[in-house]
């Protein structure tokens, strides 16, 4: 995540910079806005309301309003995707607000782990006025912004240590909450509106005979074709009678659905034939726990919902993420094998009590070194259902790298280490501590911990992989400036680069980053009469042909 200031001047005052950027070492150059005011002219011609007047002056004033931000988000965001290399980025803008001579406002850039972006809908039904999110990014990122924005309008916008802000939780809560107006509009229940989160939210905390909200809500206008139902209320529940809803949710534990116009429980039923997912108007909502619940959209899941606050839909582990660590630390394994591992690892995520998964050449050796901490069994083939069943007790599972269990509910020793977290628990911990041990003996190992609340984490922590070519078009780039006129502004954006890629940087790179760096201190030097102080580049003895990604 990166955020900067973009400003453009009101006005054609001489003295002033026409644009602003801060910080400067942002990535991008003052010269990528300058045409901004033009495309925000163009946008606001072919705009669909531009005809559209109200009877009001308030109307008119809210009209204005929406027309120039559709206009200047879509200006600032053609300016930002513009560039080199910055396809594996979303860019979200928070639109202007006056601050001295110039028209200030936030960039935030993403970019999401591992290539995971998150499931956007297709399209919205809500009217272009009520700007509805089409995902739980996208809202996380708008809420965020407009406490940016808000905090431009503060008497002195310059003092930020004076804007406190919003607290992380609240902007996730108000973020899920308007990602749960898109089923409200796509079923036509403006009664409902903005209500359905909370409702949620409140009924998944209600147990029913003791037991846990658990069965699953559709949600979809009347006489979908896609829903068939199975029992219709004569007088629909309101959701918000929420021990109601429980108890007709208990009904829904049996195999069908309750069914909802996001207002109301209508009836009972469930899903049927192959939806069309471009219509964006069915919706699934599955309790699965105490606080816990999720929606889904076809066979998308667009967010998670733990404890009132929303979590991105992503596998709790990547593929691409572990067959890199296999490059690196297990080199000579097969494809296949590893693809096996995968699957296995991702059994284990859904061991809802949490669970270690420990994958080492060494598995049968270390069963018997830890036996008196932990059960030693027949070497057995592990599978989805044995790893169900052994993950259920405390303790680590043993595997090698040919997927055969050695040992369950194995107690982990190791080093004590630096890069502990005291915040996280013993699973985590012991597991860090473990991997410690066996790099200080030469013993590849990898480790999966699964937490409670379902996500994953693999061990050891290793740099991403990225592609080779990248890093040799930086060395040329590099090489092209320091022969030529000296562009500062592109300098920035270089120096960030490599600052953040330093890891990658052969011997010869990093002495050239260095040369380059000098460079680019005495041009600064002239230009502004300042210098910044960097930390210099050194070859990173870790570093092998292993963390280059393979070319497609």
Same mark, same amino acid.
């Given at each position: 995540?990166?955020?900067?200031?973009?400003?453009?001047?009101?006005?054609?005052?001489?003295?002033?910079?026409?644009?602003?950027?801060?910080?400067?070492?942002?990535?991008?150059?003052?010269?990528?806005?300058?045409?901004?005011?033009?495309?925000?002219?163009?946008?606001?011609?072919?705009?669909?309301?531009?005809?559209?007047?109200?009877?009001?002056?308030?109307?008119?004033?809210?009209?204005?309003?929406?027309?120039?931000?559709?206009?200047?988000?879509?200006?600032?965001?053609?300016?930002?995707?513009?560039?080199?290399?910055?396809?594996?980025?979303?860019?979200?803008?928070?639109?202007?607000?006056?601050?001295?001579?110039?028209?200030?406002?936030?960039?935030?850039?993403?970019?999401?782990?591992?290539?995971?972006?998150?499931?956007?809908?297709?399209?919205?039904?809500?009217?272009?006025?009520?700007?509805?999110?089409?995902?739980?990014?996208?809202?996380?990122?708008?809420?965020?912004?407009?406490?940016?924005?808000?905090?431009?309008?503060?008497?002195?916008?310059?003092?930020?240590?004076?804007?406190?802000?919003?607290?992380?939780?609240?902007?996730?809560?108000?973020?899920?909450?308007?990602?749960?107006?898109?089923?409200?509009?796509?079923?036509?229940?403006?009664?409902?509106?903005?209500?359905?989160?909370?409702?949620?939210?409140?009924?998944?905390?209600?147990?029913?005979?003791?037991?846990?909200? %658990? &069965? +699953?809500?559709?949600?979809?206008?009347?006489?979908?074709?896609?829903? /068939? $139902?199975?029992?219709? =209320? !004569?007088?629909?529940?309101?959701?918000?009678?929420?021990?109601?809803?429980?108890?007709?949710?208990?009904?829904?534990?049996?195999?069908?659905?309750?069914?909802?116009?996001?207002?109301?429980?209508?009836?009972?039923?469930?899903?049927?034939?192959?939806?069309?997912?471009?219509?964006?108007?069915?919706?699934?909502?599955?309790?699965?726990?105490?606080?816990?619940?999720?929606?889904?959209?076809?066979?998308?899941?667009?967010?998670?919902?733990?404890?009132?606050?929303?979590?991105?839909?992503?596998?709790?582990?990547?593929?691409?993420?572990?067959?890199?660590?296999?490059?690196?630390?297990?080199?000579?394994?097969?494809?296949?094998? %590893? &693809? +096996?591992?995968?699957?296995?690892?991702?059994?284990?995520?859904?061991? /809802? $009590?949490?669970?270690? =998964? !420990?994958?080492?050449?060494?598995?049968?050796?270390?069963?018997?070194?830890?036996?008196?901490?932990?059960?030693?069994?027949?070497?057995?083939?592990?599978?989805?259902?044995?790893?169900?069943?052994?993950?259920?007790?405390?303790?680590?599972?043993?595997?090698?790298?040919?997927?055969?269990?050695?040992?369950?509910?194995?107690?982990?020793?190791?080093?004590?280490?630096?890069?502990?977290?005291?915040?996280?628990?013993?699973?985590?911990?012991?597991?860090?501590?473990?991997?410690?041990?066996?790099?200080?003996?030469?013993?590849?190992?990898?480790?999966?911990?699964?937490?409670?609340?379902?996500?994953?984490?693999?061990?050891?922590?290793?740099?991403?992989?990225?592609?080779?070519?990248?890093?040799?078009?930086?060395?040329?780039?590099?090489?092209?400036?320091?022969?030529?006129?000296?562009?500062?502004?592109?300098?920035?954006?270089?120096?960030?680069?490599?600052?953040?890629?330093?890891?990658?940087?052969?011997?010869?790179?990093?002495?050239?980053?260095?040369?380059?760096?000098?460079?680019?201190?005495?041009?600064?030097?002239?230009?502004?009469?300042?210098?910044?102080?960097?930390?210099?580049?050194?070859?990173?003895?870790?570093?092998?042909?292993?963390?280059?990604?393979?070319?497609?």
């Amino acid at each position: 995540m990166e955020v900067f200031l973009l400003g453009l001047l009101r006005g054609e005052d001489k003295t002033l910079h026409p644009v602003c950027l801060e910080p400067e070492e942002c990535g991008f150059s003052p010269s990528d806005f300058l045409s901004v005011r033009a495309d925000v002219a163009s946008y606001l011609a072919l705009d669909g309301e531009r005809n559209l007047i109200s009877t009001t002056e308030a109307g008119d004033d809210a009209i204005r309003g929406r027309r120039n931000f559709r206009a200047v988000r879509a200006a600032v965001l053609k300016a930002l995707q513009g560039g080199f290399e910055r396809r594996d980025r979303s860019y979200f803008f928070s639109g202007f607000a006056p601050v001295d001579q110039y028209d200030v406002g936030v960039v935030l850039s993403l970019k999401h782990k591992d290539g995971l972006e998150g499931y956007r809908l297709p399209k919205s039904h809500a009217d272009d006025r009520f700007r509805v999110p089409l995902s739980i990014v996208e809202a996380v990122a708008e809420e965020f912004l407009q406490g940016c924005l808000e905090s431009l309008h503060v008497p002195q916008p310059t003092l930020v240590t004076d804007w406190r802000g919003h607290r992380e939780e609240e902007i996730l809560r108000q973020a899920a909450n308007r990602l749960m107006e898109l089923p409200n509009f796509a079923a036509g229940s403006f009664e409902g509106l903005y209500g359905l989160f909370s409702a949620c939210n409140f009924i998944s905390s209600l147990t029913y005979e003791g037991g846990e909200s %658990v &069965g +699953s809500m559709i949600v979809a206008p009347a006489e979908h074709p896609n829903v /068939r $139902s199975t029992l219709q =209320l !004569v007088n629909p529940v309101r959701l918000q009678k929420y021990r109601a809803t429980r108890k007709l949710l208990e009904i829904a534990t049996r195999g069908d659905s309750i069914i909802s116009d996001g207002a109301h429980v209508t009836g009972f039923g469930k899903m049927v034939g192959n939806y069309d997912q471009a219509r964006s108007d069915l919706f699934l909502i599955r309790f699965s726990g105490h606080h816990q619940w999720e929606l889904l959209h076809g066979d998308h899941l667009m967010m998670r919902v733990r404890q009132e606050l929303p979590r991105l839909a992503v596998p709790p582990i990547n593929r691409a993420d572990f067959f890199s660590r296999f490059k690196v630390l297990i080199p000579d394994l097969s494809r296949v094998k %590893v &693809g +096996s591992l995968f699957d296995l690892a991702l059994s284990a995520c859904s061991q /809802r $009590s949490g669970t270690i =998964l !420990v994958i080492t050449p060494s598995a049968k050796d270390e069963a018997r070194r830890l036996a008196a901490q932990g059960t030693m069994i027949v070497p057995t083939v592990a599978s989805s259902s044995m790893l169900d069943s052994v993950t259920s007790i405390d303790g680590a599972v043993l595997l090698d790298v040919d997927g055969v269990c050695h040992a369950i509910g194995v107690i982990l020793d190791g080093l004590a280490v630096e890069n502990g977290d005291s915040g996280r628990g013993a699973r985590y911990n012991s597991t860090l501590r473990y991997i410690a041990a066996m790099r200080e003996k030469g013993i590849a190992c990898i480790g999966i911990v699964v937490s409670e609340d379902g996500t994953a984490e693999i061990m050891p922590r290793l740099p991403r992989q990225i592609s080779r070519d990248l890093v040799v078009q930086k060395e040329s780039e590099m090489d092209q400036m320091l022969g030529t006129s000296f562009d500062l502004e592109k300098g920035f954006g270089l120096i960030k680069w490599l600052d953040e890629n330093r890891f990658y940087l052969s011997e010869i790179a990093c002495d050239k980053a260095n040369r380059f760096c000098v460079k680019h201190n005495e041009e600064l030097w002239k230009d502004r009469g300042m210098q910044i102080h960097r930390v210099e580049f050194k070859r990173d003895p870790e570093m092998s042909d292993a963390f280059f990604a393979e070319t497609p």
